[in-house]
């Protein structure tokens, strides 16, 4: 399986992106998808994060900001950034999960670059 993030890229404070991670097999596969992050010096987390079943949940830093998506026919994942702020600077990568009789096997994007400064 491969995954292939897109549309990261520079933006200035408060503006917006829409990120992209394009899947090679059926997003139904999966049992969750998720969006993680990692800044300058830290760990990766996960910000955002939508079930087989349709539930989304985030970090608080990006609720009400951040909203993570997907589209079936297209085997495309989403995650729109608004008011972006400085700090959300970061590479962003999509991540599937799926098991394998009791193995939980994961599957990450190349990873993509947002900058939020003015």
């Known amino acids: 399986v491969q995954l292939q993030a897109s549309g990261g890229g520079l933006v200035q404070p408060g503006g917006s992106l829409t990120l992209s991670c394009v899947a090679s097999r059926s997003i139904r596969d999966f049992v969750t998808l998720a969006w993680y992050r990692r800044t300058s010096g830290s760990q990766r987390e996960m910000i955002a994060r939508i079930t087989h079943g349709g539930k989304a949940d985030y970090i608080d830093s990006v609720k009400g900001r951040f909203t993570i998506s997907r589209d079936h026919a297209k085997n495309t994942l989403y995650l729109q950034m608004n008011d972006l702020k400085p700090e959300d600077t970061a590479v962003y990568y999509c991540?599937?999960?799926?098991?394998?009789?009791?193995?939980?096997?994961?599957?990450w994007g190349q990873g993509t670059l947002v900058t939020v400064s003015s």
């Open positions: 991540n599937a999960l799926r098991f394998d009789n009791l193995y939980r096997v994961n599957y």
